[in-house]
């Protein structure tokens, strides 16, 4: 309980998330040291996955691969949002920070999301921070290093003297993260921008963290984009809003492009994203042949979805991505939690959506249950609960990052009882540590 204290006491005057709590645990998350080797090396997958994923589109768009790969991923943005990822001057480029969103399962993990723009890495650094002062044990055996997120968020802008951190109102609740991290990088290096106007100089650096959706809302878009266009700064991630659709994993899974991934990302790599990634479909309306079915699901049309028992609908429904209902779970449905009105609520709104909005359905692996401690002013707390681990993974500097480095991994464990595990009230937040 005097941890908790201390951990309380040490949290910025600003705060790290607006509006937002969350229960402590008297010691960081210990992972043991394989797994972590295990987690240093998918970074380095992941990174090979959203190379092959923008070749993937840019083929497709060109005509030089399926043409309903770009069609399906270009679903529902406007022109001025296609054109953008189209841009030369960033073909190549990839997102420089990757977090998968890992569910720990009786089998391992599995890695159920990918985010490149990703909220948690003030937070996480905040975390290594609080619990390295706690004990120097702890400090020694944090993931990433006590000091690995701040310098591997750092490390990705290279030599740009200054790095403008933009910050939208549709992310402001993680505007006080974002500002610990850029005063204790470097203040004088790194600000946060105002979404409405930036003043640019030749060689800095910009991160972007607001969505692609969210343009009209965010005015200094359009300079900061025209500017990077022609080389006179750097942006990260690009303005593809191709690489941020949970769609991909759709695509990885699909019979048609398994020999483009296998190639494309070397067999080691395809069949590690394979193992640790669960089915996951894209929910398409358009009629099939009478003699076709849906892999795995032996379904002949999406609506049939909505019949399945309860059982058999061990199933995740939820939103693509270009859309605010896209993160935080928000249009996240889990069949075999809700009654059968409610699933077939969920299956119509999706296939209704279609073809502005794109959803996924994903096969459901259950958490499996851990124990954990938390406290708080009125005791210490022992219980079990369900976890969901975010590695944060920062990719070098330079035109073609070929390596990545893990600068931290945030745990965050719900209790027993909620079925899909994100940040809430009664969720702990911890960093994670090898083993002693």
């Known amino acids: ?70 069609r399906w991923l270009d679903m529902g943005k406007p022109p001025r949002v296609i054109e953008l990822g189209r841009r030369g001057a960033w073909r190549q480029e990839v997102p420089r920070v ?4 890992l569910i720990l399962t009786e089998d391992g993990f599995r890695i159920t999301e990918l985010d490149s723009i990703p909220g948690g890495i003030g937070l996480t650094d905040w975390l290594h921070q609080a619990y390295a002062e706690l004990d120097p044990s702890f400090a020694s055996r944090l993931a990433g290093g006590r000091h690995g997120m701040r310098e591997g968020f750092a490390g990705i802008f290279g030599d740009a003297p200054r790095v403008h951190i933009v910050v939208s109102e549709e992310s402001a609740a993680y505007r006080p993260e974002m500002l610990w991290l850029a005063e204790q990088a470097d203040p004088e290096r790194f600000r946060l921008a105002s ?46 809003a191709f690489l941020e659709e949970k769609a991909l994993l759709g695509l990885f899974w699909n019979r048609n492009l398994r020999s483009f991934w296998r190639r494309e990302m070397g067999a080691r790599f395809f069949e590690e994203l394979r193992e640790r990634t669960p089915r996951t479909w894209i929910l398409d309306p358009s009629p099939l042949p009478p003699h076709a079915a849906i892999p795995e699901l032996e379904l002949t049309d999406w609506r049939q ?41 969920a299956v119509d709104r999706a296939l209704h959506a279609w073809p502005q909005r794109l959803y996924v359905l994903q ?34 500097p330079g035109p073609e990052p070929k390596r990545v480095r893990l600068g931290g991994v945030l745990a965050t464990i719900c209790p027993a009882d909620k079925k899909i595990i994100h940040g809430m009230r009664e969720a702990v937040m911890a960093p994670c540590m090898t083993e002693a």
């Not at 990757?98 to 969103?101: K, L, N, Q, T």
């Not at 028992?309 to 429904?317: F, V, Y």
Request: hydrophobic share 40%; glycine share 6%; aromatic share 14%.
């Open 195 to 240: 979404p409405k106007r930036i003043e640019l100089r030749p060689g800095e650096a910009v991160y972007r963290f607001f969505e692609l959706f969210d343009l009209s809302h965010v005015p200094a878009a359009e300079p900061l984009f025209q500017s990077a266009a022609r080389g006179e700064i750097w942006l990260t991630p690009p303005p593809k």
């Open 1 to 70: 309980m005097e941890r908790v204290k201390r951990l309380r006491e040490a949290l910025p005057p600003q705060g790290l998330f607006a509006g937002k709590t969350w229960r402590f645990s008297p010691e960081p998350f210990a992972l043991p040291r394989k797994f972590v080797a295990q987690l240093e090396f998918l970074g380095r997958v992941l990174l090979r996955f959203y190379k092959a994923a923008n070749l993937l589109y840019l083929k497709s768009s060109r005509g030089e691969a399926p043409e309903w790969a770009a």
């Open 363 to 396: 096969r459901y692996h259950k958490p499996r249950r851990i124990p954990f401690r938390w406290a708080d002013e009125k005791g210490l707390f022992e219980e079990e609960g369900r976890v969901r681990l975010c590695p944060y993974y920062f990719a070098e």
């Open 305 to 345: 979805l909505k019949a399945l028992s309860k059982k058999e609908r061990n199933l995740i429904l939820k939103e693509s991505g270009f859309s605010p209902e896209a993160w935080g779970a928000r249009s996240v449905t889990l069949g075999s939690d809700c009654s059968a009105e409610a699933w077939a609520e």
């Open 98 to 101: 990757i977090r998968p969103d």
